[in-house]
Structures are given as C-alpha cells and as structure tokens.
C-alpha cells in the first residue's frame, strides 16, 4: 500500500556552533524560536506546510533471478556481502535491459491487446513484461515489427495464466 502522508521534521543549523537542531512543525509554529545549547537563540519562519511528492520504485519479478545465480548466492553469502549486492544489482539490470528488448511499439500493441481481454493497463503492462520475459526464456528469439503475431497469439494462450 502507499502512504497516506509524511512527517516531515525541518533541520536548523546554529550560526555560531554549528550544533544540529531537529524540531516538529508543531514545536516551529507554535514555540518559534529555539534556544541553542551554546546560547543563541534562533527565531524560526512559520512554516504552512512541505509539498513532497513520493517516487515509487518499479517492482522487478522475484522470478527474474535465475536458478543459477541463486546456487550462487547461498555460496558466497556467509563471506562476501559486497559482491552479493553487486551480482543482485547486476541482475537487476539485466532484468531491466531485458524487459526493455521489446520494443515501445511491440510493447503498447500488447498492452492494447490484453486490455482489449478485459485486463486493466497496469496488470496489462505487467503481464506484457512477465509474458515476454517468459516467451524469451522458451523460445530466446526476440520481437519486432515482423513477428509481433508470434508473440500475440503467444499472449493470447498465456494471459490468464
Ligand atoms: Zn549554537
């Protein structure tokens, strides 16, 4: 689920320490001021309100990792964190490129289709990305313009899987 809000808690910097103030907007507009360990006293602005807008991450499929690698992964774990999370960021950029290997128009014609079967866009694109990603690891034979069709009728047998 997505958040409803976000506390926010504004940082101040003392002029003349330096020292690190972290106050609530409630304490800022109601107390105004703050008065520093060193002695200074700061006076705060009101403050109405922060606009912050969340940027949600794509989600990858947990099945995009292949057996392979996860044989792997048990192997190294217990000695080398840091190659660990740099063989996952690996194939989360290999999932991405993959994901990516259909082309825009390919892409949107899928979604089309799939939304024309009654699915919603979001669980279309979803699916199209699912589906190619499954179609490539059984027949590893991209798509174009020119056989879109194999790949269609491949979506039309496998959307409701
Ligand atoms: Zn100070």
Redesign the pocket.
Same mark, same amino acid.
């Given at each position: 689920m997505k958040p409803l809000s976000v506390e926010v808690y504004p940082v101040y910097i #003392?002029? $003349? #320490? *330096? $020292?690190r103030h972290c106050e609530s907007m409630d304490y800022i507009n109601k107390v105004g001021k703050i008065l520093?360990?060193?002695? *200074?006293v700061m006076k705060l602005d009101g403050i109405e309100t922060f606009k912050i807008t969340p940027i949600y991450k794509t989600p990858t499929p947990k099945k995009d990792s292949p057996p392979s690698q996860r044989a792997q992964h048990t192997d190294d774990e217990s000695d080398d964190t840091y190659s660990l999370a740099a063989l996952k960021e690996k194939t989360t950029q290999e999932t991405q490129q993959k994901q990516t290997e259909l082309p825009a128009n390919e892409f949107e014609q899928s979604v089309s289709l799939l939304m024309r079967l009654g699915w919603k866009k979001r669980e279309s694109e979803h699916k199209t990305r699912v589906l190619y990603e499954q179609w490539y690891q059984e027949n590893e034979q991209l798509i174009g313009p020119e056989n879109f069709d194999e790949f269609a009728n491949y979506l039309f047998f496998n959307h409701s899987n």
């Open positions: #003392c002029s $003349s #320490c *330096n $020292s520093c360990g060193c002695g *200074n």
